[in-house]
Every structure is written in structure tokens, then in C-alpha cells.
């Protein structure tokens, strides 16, 4: 039987910010991500960045007069409760390293945890933007592939 559904392959994330210049400079400084491209929509209108880091792109808007992020939006279990995208998950080969080196660099933890064996951590951006980091085990990724 063939396969008719097209490749996916992860392209970016659109993320609405209140302050472009602080989110370039954190995603950077957090992440290592790179400026690719910044311009102004008329259109819309609104100010955005692309960010880039490998074959993954963080695409970022400033709106003006965009409303703030709800409160409930920056707490995992609360942000559950209402529809919609939720947050963004990056796979890492240690959370625990990684999550050292982010609160030195000053990021906001949510928290750290393993559950069910595997260590994971949310934290949020400077905007308040949920992040999850995740370290799977390599008999699990061999197992989904």
C-alpha cells in the first residue's frame, strides 16, 4: 500500500512579541539563533524578524497595540484550559546541562522535571512564551521512527 500523505518537515513558528529587538537579542543569547531577515508589513501592520538556527526558523511580529499575553498563557497546566497552539518543544541531549546554562544566561524556568523517565523543563521567553525542552531516551526515537 502506498503512502499518500506529503513529507512534513518543520519549517518555523510564528510568535507575536511585544519588543522585537529584546526577543532577537534573547533568542540568541538563549539559543544561539541568528538573524535572518527583519522587515516591516505594511500590510498587517507589524515589524518581524526571522531567526534562524540549523533548518529551523523562529518567525517573530511585533503588532502595535497587539493585547498583552494573558496570564493563564504563561503557566503549562493553566495555558491547557484554552484552544489552541500551545507551545514549541525543542529535543535536547541533556536538559539538565541545558537548563544550568539557560538560568545562568538569566532564563526564566518554569520548571524541571522527569516524568516517566524522561527529563524535561518548561521555560518561558521574554515575552512569556512557553517553551518545553525534552530529552528522549535513543530506544524511544529509534521506536517513533
Given at each position: 500500500m502506498q503512502n499518500h500523505y506529503p513529507e512534513l518537515i518543520a519549517d518555523h513558528i510564528g510568535i507575536s512579541v511585544p519588543d522585537l529587538d529584546a526577543s532577537i537579542d534573547w533568542y540568541g543569547r538563549m539559543f544561539g539563533f541568528e538573524l535572518e531577515m527583519?522587515?516591516?508589513?505594511?500590510i498587517i501592520p507589524a515589524d518581524i524578524a526571522?531567526?534562524?538556527r540549523g533548518?529551523?526558523?523562529?518567525?517573530?511580529?511585533?503588532?502595535?497595540?497587539?493585547?498583552?499575553l494573558p496570564s493563564d498563557r504563561r503557566e503549562p497546566n493553566l495555558d491547557l484550559r484554552t484552544?489552541?497552539?500551545k507551545h514549541v518543544c525543542?529535543?535536547?541531549?541533556?536538559?539538565?546541562?541545558?537548563v544550568a546554562g539557560l538560568r545562568e544566561r538569566g532564563a526564566d524556568i518554569v520548571f524541571e522535571k522527569v516524568i516517566?523517565?524522561?527529563p524535561m523543563a518548561f521555560i518561558r521567553d521574554n515575552a512569556g512564551n512557553l517553551i518545553e525542552l525534552i530529552q528522549?531516551?535513543?530506544a524511544h526515537d529509534k521506536e517513533t521512527t
Open positions: 527583519r522587515q516591516h508589513l505594511p526571522f531567526l534562524r533548518d529551523f526558523r523562529i518567525e517573530l511580529f511585533q503588532v502595535e497595540g497587539a493585547a498583552a484552544h489552541g497552539n525543542y529535543r535536547l541531549a541533556d536538559v539538565p546541562a541545558t516517566n523517565g524522561t528522549r531516551a535513543p
